[in-house]
C-alpha cells in the first residue's frame, strides 16, 4: 500500500507537468454543447468488426443520426477480462471475421470522411496496442481521427508514459472510476484523465444486469465534480430508456454497451438504430419532467 | 544484475529495472492496404515494437480491482513478517500437508542413463498430490486473516482446484472453482474430487475453455464479488503481488532442497530441472538457489512440437505482451491477441508464463527448454516402471529432460528434478496413449 501512495505521488507531479486538458477538442466542443441544452449525451458502444466489417461500418455511419452523441468503438480482444458475455461474444464474431487494430482505425477513417463533428473513443485492452507499438498505434489513431482512448487494464500507476504521448496527439485518456476507488487515488486517476471521466456503474463486468443502478451513485458523483472540471460519464447495466434517463439526471453522460451489441446480434442494424433512438429521446425528456 | 536476485520485484511488481530502449517486445503488426501501410507496414526489428521500459510483471488490471489488489499486498507484507502467522503456516504445513517431503535418489533412473545422479523432489507425496497445496494453503491462511468468506479459483489440470477445495474446507470457507470444459472432460477424476470437498464446479465454455478462459473468468467473478471474495491464483502470475506472493509460498520447495542435499551429499546441486506452466513449482524449487552456482532448467510444453505451432512453450516460442495482469512472455499472434496453447498436460496448456521467468529467461540466469507430448509420455513409463512412482504428466516434461542431461554428464554430476505431482488425474489420458489395448476392450 506504502509503495502504491508514494507511486501515486510521484504520479501526481509528473503528470501536472504536463500540457493541459484540451479544450479545443471534438469532446470538450460536444460536451459544451449539450450543456447549453441542458441534455445529458448519449455514449452508444459498439465492437469494431461485429458482426462482420461491413455492417459493422454501415452502423457506425448511421449512430450519430440515430442520437448517438459520443461513440465508443471497442478494439476485440481474445481474453477480455472485464467484459460480460454479450461483449466477449461480439470480440469472438469479430475477430472470427478478421478484425484488426488497423481495421479499427480504417473504419474511424472511413467514419471521419462523413462525420467530423462526433467524437470516437476507442475502448480495449492493452496487448493489441502493444503488440503493434504504443507510439506507432497513438499516431495512426490520432491521424485517424481518433478523440480518445479508454484502455481497461491500463491503470495510473503504469500509465504516465502513454498519456503524456496520447495528450501530446490530442487523444483523451479516458480514466475509470469504479465503485472500489477510495477518494485518495481520484487524483492520480484524474491527473491522467481528459475528455471524461467514465464511472463504472457497479463492481462488476460490462452487461451486467442490475436494477439498483442509480441507487448509490449520487453521492460519489457530487465528489468526482468536486475534483474534477470534466464531465462524468455513467456506464454498465444501463439497458433501456428508464435507467438511462435516471442516470441522464445525475451525470453528463449515459453508456450504453451491452444492450447494443445484444441488439445488433439479435435484429441487426436497424434493430440497434431503433434503440439507439429510443434511448436518446429517453435521455433527451430526462431533464424536462 | 543485482546483488542478489532473491529480493525481486521492485515496488511496482516488476521483475527488472526499467530499461532504456525496453525489451524486443517482436515483429510488427499485420499490414492492412493503403492508410494503414504508412503506420502498420514497418520493417520488423524497426524499434516500433517496442513499449514499456517497465520489465516483466506489474499491475494490469481493471480499476475496480486496484485498491483490492493494494490491500492484499499490504496484508501479505504484514502477514510474511508476522511470526503467528508463519507458525500457523508451518504447523499446517507439516501436519496437514506432510512435509517436509522427501529428497529421493532415483537409484534406477540414475543407472539407467548411466550418467549424473538423479534426485527427484517428491511434491507428489503432499496431501493432494501436488505442490499446489503449499500456495494454496498460503492464500487461503490469508484471506482468513483478511476476514474473506469466499475463495474462487482457476484450475487447469484441476490439482490447484482440488488444493484450493481443500484448505477451503479444512479452514471452513466457501469455494467456488472455475475450470474450462475441455480440462473438466481430461481430469474427471478431480472434479468429482472436488464436488466431494464442497467445492462450487464452474464450466468455462468461453475461448479455447482451457486454464487461460478460466483465469478470464475468475477475474470476472472476483471484479463481481469484491466485497468478500479472495482469487487465489495458482501460479506465479496474474498482477503483483501474486508472483511474487505464490513463489514465496512455494519457496519452501527449494528451501527443503537445499539442506536435503546438503545433508545427504554435503554439497550443492549442480542442476535444477522443473516444468513450466505458470511456473510455480519451477520458482519454488529455483528461488533459494538464485544466488548459488547452480544451473537451473524450466521445462516447456512443446506439444506436438515446436515447429508445429501446436505448443504451450510461452519462452521459446512466444513474445512479451500483457495478460492476466502482467507482462510477461505470451503465445500470440502479429495482432496481440492470444493465441491458443497446446499440451497433453492440462496443468501445462497456458499461452503465458509467471514474469519472474521472463526475466531470469532473458538476464539469461535460467534456461528453458521445451518437451513434446510423446517425450513426456515415454518418460510416464520409464518412471513407473524403474521407480514404481507414476508422475503427472506435467512433471513428466521435466522428468524427459533429466534424463537427457544426465546422459550426457558424468556421474560426479547432481540433478534435482522437481516431481510435482503424481499422476492418478491423468491415468484415462496415460493408458489411452501408453496401452490402447486397455481402452478398447
Ligand atoms: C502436477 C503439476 N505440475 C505442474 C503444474 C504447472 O504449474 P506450475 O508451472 O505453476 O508449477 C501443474 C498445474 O496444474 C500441476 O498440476
Redesign the interface.
Known amino acids: 500500500?506504502?509503495?502504491?501512495s508514494?507511486?501515486t505521488e510521484t504520479l501526481k507531479t509528473e503528470t501536472q507537468n504536463h500540457v493541459s486538458p484540451n479544450t479545443d477538442s471534438r469532446l470538450a466542443r460536444r460536451f459544451a454543447a449539450l450543456r447549453v441544452e441542458d441534455r445529458a449525451a448519449l455514449v452508444t458502444y459498439v465492437m469494431a468488426g461485429d458482426p462482420d466489417p461491413a455492417t459493422s461500418r454501415d452502423l457506425l455511419a448511421r449512430l450519430p443520426a440515430a442520437g448517438a452523441d459520443v461513440i465508443e468503438l471497442g478494439m476485440p480482444?481474445?481474453?477480455?477480462?472485464?467484459?460480460?458475455?454479450a461483449i466477449?461474444r461480439a470480440g469472438q464474431r469479430a475477430?472470427a471475421k478478421g478484425q484488426?487494430?488497423?481495421?479499427t482505425?480504417?473504419m474511424v477513417?472511413d467514419f471521419r470522411r462523413r462525420d467530423d463533428d462526433t467524437p470516437v473513443v476507442l475502448m480495449g485492452?492493452?496487448?493489441?496496442?502493444?503488440?503493434?507499438?504504443?507510439?506507432?498505434?497513438l499516431?495512426?489513431a490520432a491521424?485517424?481521427g481518433v478523440d480518445g482512448l479508454i484502455l481497461?487494464?491500463?491503470?495510473p500507476?503504469?500509465g504516465a508514459?502513454l498519456t503524456a504521448k496520447a495528450r501530446d496527439l490530442g487523444l483523451a485518456r479516458i480514466?475509470?472510476?469504479?465503485?472500489?476507488?477510495?477518494p485518495g487515488?481520484l487524483p492520480a486517476?484524474l491527473a491522467q484523465g481528459d475528455g471524461f471521466v467514465y464511472r463504472?456503474a457497479f463492481?462488476?463486468?460490462t452487461g451486467?444486469r442490475r436494477s439498483d443502478i442509480a441507487a448509490s451513485l449520487g453521492e460519489s458523483l457530487i465528489e468526482l465534480k468536486r475534483q474534477s472540471p470534466l464531465p462524468v460519464a455513467v456506464g454498465f447495466g444501463v439497458r433501456d430508456g428508464d435507467t438511462a434517463a435516471t442516470v441522464a439526471r445525475i451525470a453528463d453522460a449515459v453508456v450504453v454497451g451491452s444492450a447494443l451489441v445484444e441488439r445488433l446480434a439479435e435484429t441487426g442494424v436497424e434493430g440497434a438504430l431503433t434503440l439507439t433512438r429510443k434511448l436518446a429521446e429517453s435521455i433527451q425528456g430526462a431533464r424536462r419532467g | 544484475m543485482n546483488s542478489t536476485l532473491k529480493t525481486l520485484p521492485d515496488e511496482n511488481g516488476f521483475f527488472v529495472p526499467a530499461v532504456p530502449g525496453g525489451h524486443p517486445s517482436g515483429r510488427r503488426c499485420r499490414d492492412v492496404k493503403n492508410f494503414s501501410r504508412k503506420f502498420f507496414g514497418g520493417s520488423p526489428g524497426d524499434g516500433h515494437g517496442t513499449q514499456l521500459n517497465q520489465g516483466y510483471g506489474g499491475r494490469y488490471v481493471a480499476e475496480t480491482l486496484m485498491p483490492l489488489i493494494g490491500e492484499i499486498e499490504a496484508a501479505y507484507d504484514a502477514a510474511r513478517v508476522d511470526p503467528a502467522f508463519q507458525e500457523r503456516l508451518n504447523e499446517l504445513r507439516r501436519d496437514y500437508v506432510g512435509r517436509a517431503t522427501p529428497l529421493y535418489f532415483a537409484e534406477r533412473l540414475t543407472e539407467h542413463f548411466g550418467g549424473a545422479q538423479i534426485y527427484l523432489k517428491r511434491e507428489d507425496l503432499n496431501h493432494t498430490g501436488a505442490h499446489k497445496i503449499n500456495n494454496a494453503l498460503g492464500q487461503a491462511l490469508l484471506a482468513q486473516r483478511m476476514g474473506r468468506q469466499r475463495l474462487i479459483a482457476e484450475t487447469g489440470a484441476g490439482m490447484h482446484g482440488v488444493a484450493v477445495a481443500t484448505v477451503a474446507a479444512r479452514l471452513g470457507l466457501g469455494c467456488v472453482v472455475y475450470m474450462g470444459a475441455t480440462d473438466i472432460e481430461r481430469q474427471q477424476p478431480n472434479v468429482q474430487r472436488m464436488r466431494l470437498l464442497g467445492a462450487e464446479i464452474v464450466p468455462v465454455h468461453s475461448g479455447t475453455a482451457t486454464l487461460k478462459d478460466a483465469m478470464n473468468e475468475a477475474l470476472r467473478d472476483w471484479v463481481t464479488n469484491v466485497d468478500d471474495t479472495f482469487y487465489i491464483i495458482g501460479t506465479v502470475a496474474g498482477p503483483a503481488p501474486y508472483p511474487r506472493m505464490v513463489r514465496d509460498f512455494q519457496a519452501v520447495i527449494g528451501i527443503e532442497t537445499r539442506a536435503q542435499l546438503l545433508t545427504a551429499r554435503g554439497r550443492l546441486p549442480d542442476t535444477l530441472i522443473a516444468c513450466v506452466g505458470g511456473g510455480s513449482n519451477a520458482m519454488g524449487l529455483f528461488h533459494a538457489f538464485l544466488d548459488d552456482a547452480v544451473v537451473m532448467v524450466g521445462v516447456e510444453a512443446a506439444g506436438e512440437g515446436l515447429e508445429s505451432g501446436r505448443h504451450a512453450a510461452s519462452l521459446n516460442g512466444g513474445s512479451p505482451g500483457i495478460l492476466h495482469g502482467n507482462r510477461t512472455y505470451l503465445l500470440q499472434d502479429d495482432d496481440g491477441q492470444i493465441r491458443d496453447a497446446h499440451s497433453i498436460s492440462a496443468g501445462l496448456d497456458y499461452p503465458g508464463i509467471g514474469p519472474e521467468h521472463a526475466h531470469l529467461h532473458d538476464s539469461g540466469r535460467a534456461s528453458y527448454v521445451a518437451v513434446t507430448d510423446d517425450e513426456a509420455l515415454e518418460a510416464v513409463g520409464l518412471c513407473c516402471r524403474l521407480e514404481g512412482i507414476l508422475p503427472a504428466l506435467e512433471s513428466s516434461h521435466a522428468l524427459h529432460h533429466a534424463g537427457r542431461l544426465a546422459a550426457r554428464q558424468e556421474a560426479d554430476q547432481t540433478i534435482v528434478v522437481c516431481l510435482s505431482g503424481r499422476g492418478d488425474k491423468d491415468m484415462d489420458t496415460i493408458t489411452r496413449h501408453l496401452m490402447p489395448e486397455e481402452v478398447e476392450s
Open positions: 500500500m506504502n509503495a502504491l508514494s507511486k480482444f481474445s481474453d477480455p477480462m472485464a467484459d460480460g458475455v466477449q475477430l484488426t487494430l488497423a481495421r482505425l480504417e477513417r485492452y492493452l496487448n493489441p496496442l502493444q503488440r503493434c507499438g504504443e507510439d506507432r498505434f499516431q495512426a491521424e485517424a481497461v487494464d491500463l491503470p500507476e503504469h508514459a480514466p475509470l472510476v469504479a465503485p472500489t476507488t477510495p487515488r486517476l463504472i463492481n462488476g463486468v451486467s
